[in-house]
């Protein structure tokens, strides 16, 4: 493109503020905007905007197209983008003029849309969501309500958001994925040797060590703490493999629940009191009707220790106000299945032996400690 070109772009976007406001219909929030990149290029401006997610209209469908996505494109962010030149836009695979939002065909097509055929507010072109899967179009739909996305201050292209939201494309997000299949692998192998030889400490230790190399791989800010957390956890997994390391390990897991709370509660908020109510009833009903009467003078530090965890399930809750709504269901799993571990160890400790139990115990706690782990992600 000739320099006068160039010139025109830079005075346009740069001068006079012109730009993209990406508006989407307010029943989707689920799948709204979660990042918008833009590029400068000699001749165009190239934005890309990132989703949560994009539910198909039917759920079964849904699970198998998200499947389909984690492994092809290596997420389940949506990302789509589109050229803005000095008189039309180009979309090259995600324009379409749908007459529903939930319609199924027609959905991926090329389009080259003159800039006047655009709404602008705000000196900015109007770009609509038009579809489930996060097609465009220059037209709102009739009788819907939107929510409008303005260009942030992120500088990047298309390949670079792959690079943080793909793990097919990001080297960071490439190894927490490979580092999950060989968790999870160690975890196998721990259950099914656990009781056959000592040594599988060694690798129920190498096991939450994964936990915590995908932890110091993505954390960042206040997410350290989690990292914290998982570095006591390894402790505690040391600590009880031996009968009088118990106390030790109680601890140092305490220790742990205690930076996963400051973790979930500085980066979303305190849980609503009645998340609070139903676990601390439960779990104190738990506590008195089936381990008090068993405990003799561990009686007072597992009291302690049920308070502490309780508090660390309660904030898992906290999530649920925030918009990452992967974790809406995935942490306060992992907070269910750290107190369902932690209490059949308890029970077949203390009160009578539990068939299966490393089975049962393990794969619940290390799925807990992976799922926590995986909180640094998003």
């Keep these: 493109m000739q320099k006068k070109t160039f010139i025109f772009v830079i005075l346009v976007f740069v001068v006079l503020g012109f730009g993209a406001r990406i508006k989407i219909p307010t029943f989707d929030k689920e799948n709204s905007v979660h990042a918008i990149y833009s590029y400068e290029d000699a001749d165009k401006i190239e934005i890309t905007v990132v989703f949560w997610d994009e539910d198909h209209p039917k759920p079964f469908t849904d699970f198998i197209y998200d499947l389909y996505r984690f492994f092809k494109w290596g997420r389940f962010y949506d990302i789509e983008t589109f050229f803005i030149f ?5 979309f090259k695979d995600d324009f379409c003029d749908s007459r529903s939002y939930f319609q199924t065909e027609n959905l991926h097509n090329k389009a080259q849309v003159p800039i ?31 929510a409008s996305f303005d260009l942030g201050n992120l500088k ?3 390949q670079d958001a792959e690079k943080i939201y793909s793990w097919r494309s990001g080297l960071r997000l490439k190894a927490t994925f490979f580092l999950s299949l060989i968790m999870a692998v160690l975890a196998m192998l721990t259950i099914i040797f656990k009781k056959k030889n000592k040594s599988a400490v060694i690798l129920k230790a190498l096991t939450t060590s994964c936990a915590i190399v995908i932890a110091f791989l993505n ?9 914290f957390g998982l570095l006591f956890g390894l402790l505690g997994d040391i ?7 118990f106390l030790r390990g109680m601890i140092a897991f305490l220790l742990g629940h205690l930076f996963y709370s400051l973790a979930f509660v500085s980066e979303f908020s305190f849980p609503a009191f009645h998340f609070v109510l139903i ?12 381990l008090h009467k068993h405990l003799g003078e561990m009686r007072l530090p597992i009291f302690v220790y049920v308070l502490v965890i309780g508090w660390m399930f309660c904030t898992t809750f906290s999530v649920l106000n925030e918009q990452i709504y992967f974790l809406r269901v995935l942490l306060p799993l992992a907070g269910g299945l750290f107190v369902f571990s932690d209490f059949c160890l308890a029970v077949d400790k203390y009160v009578r032996e539990i068939p299966a139990r490393d089975a049962i115990v393990l794969a619940s706690y290390f799925v807990s400690q992976w799922i926590i782990s995986l909180s640094t992600i998003f």
């Design 156 to 158: 990047g292209t298309r």
């Design 116 to 146: 006047e055929s655009f709404e602008t507010e705000d000196g900015q072109i109007v770009i609509y969501v038009s579809t489930w899967n996060h097609m465009f179009s220059n037209k709102p739909l009739q009788n819907i309500e939107y």
């Design 239 to 245: 600590f009880l493999e031996k009968p009088e390391g």
């Design 219 to 227: 954390a960042s800010g206040k997410e350290w703490l989690v990292f």
């Design 279 to 290: 676990v601390f009833g439960s779990l104190l009903f738990l506590y008195f009707v089936v």
């Design 86 to 90: 000095e008189d039309h836009v180009e």
